[in-house]
Each structure stands twice: as structure tokens, then as C-alpha cells.
């Protein structure tokens, strides 16, 4: 259940990199490190892209009425830090750093 689960919010984080940090046509590259351990699973994920800090740059997100009535954006955001126990990024000399860890379930 763990991976499924940090497969989902990978997903989403690689597919918000390709969509929205790389808008200069240059050559990028985005990094993928998986840890399991007895706790859970960890990932890292790099890239050079534009920073963004998804604890404190994402949209505010609104649960409120249908879908048809919410704004565009940042759901995917929402997902990630619900479905995820701990989440640390850090950018410095233009190398974007995301953790994301998940705890086993009992």
C-alpha cells in the first residue's frame, strides 16, 4: 500500500516538474532516489528546474462545493502533503530538492 501511494504523489510531483519548471527549451534532468526500510518508503527527487516549495508557494486549495466551481490548480499539491508523513524541499545552487516519506500502516 505504501508504494502505491508514494507512486501517487511521485506521479503527480514528476508530472508538475515537466508541466511547469522547465520553460526555457534547454536540457534538464530530474533524479529519482527510492528508499525502503523497516519504517516505510522514502524518495528524493531532484531537479534543476524553477524552485517551488510545495508546503509554502502551492495555492491555497478549496474543498468546498463542486468541482465545476473550484479553481484550477493545486489539488495535485493537496494530495502529496495529505498522503505523505513527512515532505522537506530545499533548492540551493540551482538544484531543487524534494523528500517525501511515508510511514508503513498497520
Known amino acids: 500500500m505504501e508504494a502505491n501511494t508514494v507512486n501517487l504523489a511521485l506521479d503527480e510531483w514528476i508530472t508538475n516538474l515537466v508541466s ?3 520553460d526555457d527549451g534547454g536540457e534538464h534532468r530530474i533524479g529519482v ?3 525502503a ?3 516505510g518508503l522514502t524518495v528524493v527527487v531532484t ?8 508546503l509554502e508557494d502551492a495555492p ?7 468541482v ?3 479553481a484550477i490548480g493545486g489539488l495535485g499539491l493537496y494530495f502529496i502533503r495529505t498522503l ?3 515532505i522537506q524541499y530545499d533548492s540551493a545552487d540551482g538544484v531543487n530538492r ?3 516519506r511515508r510511514l508503513k500502516r498497520k
Open 20 to 22: 511547469y519548471a522547465f
Open 98 to 100: 524534494l523528500r517525501l
Open 37 to 39: 526500510d523497516t519504517e
Open 60 to 66: 491555497k486549495v478549496s474543498l468546498e462545493g463542486g
Open 33 to 35: 532516489e527510492l528508499e
Open 47 to 54: 531537479d534543476d528546474g524553477h524552485s517551488f516549495h510545495p
Open 68 to 70: 465545476e466551481d473550484r
Open 84 to 86: 505523505m508523513d513527512d
